[in-house]
Every structure is written in structure tokens, then in C-alpha cells.
């Protein structure tokens, strides 16, 4: 039984930083994507950042060269570090993890999804 649990969210003043949790358990696949996803009221949820089991990653163009997504597979954390937040960056962010090491930023192909914990950029 996977489970992803998200945390480091907040409120923060534009041009400020946040770095998001996400500890998973229960997870055995030798080859995975992992990523984040966001999702501001009255939109669609997209995809912020991915990582693979080789260790590539994918990034929205709206979050290149500020956001960082890493993987720490001792801890099994994920993690993405936000800097030169925008009030845009505002939404709930999701971590979610599959199999299938391809997906990338495929946000509705994900299988195994957190509750999310919620940034506001101010």
C-alpha cells in the first residue's frame, strides 16, 4: 500500500521560498516517476515537476530555473524547493508517484497521489 504524505507548505511574501516533503512508504518498484503537481481554484491541476528512477527531470516552463525537484532515496522523501515565488505559484501541491517511469508531467496518468498541502504567495 503506497502512501505519499506532503508537507512544507505555507504562506509566503512574492520573491520568498518554500522546500515541500513528500515521505513515501510502501512503495517497491526499482523503476518509478515521481513528481509535483499543482492545482489553483477553478483550474486544472498541472504538472510542476517530475523525477525518474535514472534520475531526469522535467519541468514546467512557468517554474524553470526557480523550482528544484530532488529525491533523497534513503529517506524516500521527495522534495521540491520553490524560490522567486510568484502569487501565481498559489495552489494546493500534490506528490504523486507511478511505475511507469515515462510519465513525467502526464498529471492524469499518475497512479498513487498525496492529499496535498497548500502555498500562498502573497
Known amino acids: 500500500h503506497v502512501q505519499l504524505v506532503e508537507s512544507g507548505g505555507g504562506s509566503v511574501q512574492a520573491g520568498g521560498s518554500l522546500r515541500l516533503s513528500c515521505a513515501a512508504s510502501?512503495?517497491?518498484?526499482?523503476?518509478?516517476?515521481m513528481g509535483w503537481f499543482r492545482q489553483a481554484p477553478g483550474k486544472e491541476r498541472e504538472g510542476v515537476a517530475a523525477?525518474?528512477?535514472?534520475?531526469?527531470?522535467r519541468y514546467a516552463d512557468s517554474v524553470k530555473d526557480r523550482f528544484t525537484i530532488s529525491l533523497d532515496n534513503a529517506k524516500n522523501t521527495l522534495f521540491l524547493q520553490m524560490n522567486s515565488l510568484l502569487p501565481e505559484d498559489t495552489a494546493m501541491y500534490y506528490c504523486?508517484?507511478?511505475?511507469?517511469?515515462?510519465?513525467?508531467?502526464?498529471?492524469?496518468?499518475?497512479?498513487?497521489w498525496g492529499q496535498g498541502t497548500q502555498v500562498t504567495v502573497s
Open positions: 504523486a508517484a507511478d511505475s511507469r517511469w515515462w510519465l513525467g508531467l502526464q498529471t492524469k496518468s499518475y497512479t498513487h
Open positions: 510502501g512503495y517497491t518498484y526499482s523503476s518509478y516517476c
Open positions: 523525477i525518474d528512477s535514472d534520475g531526469s527531470t
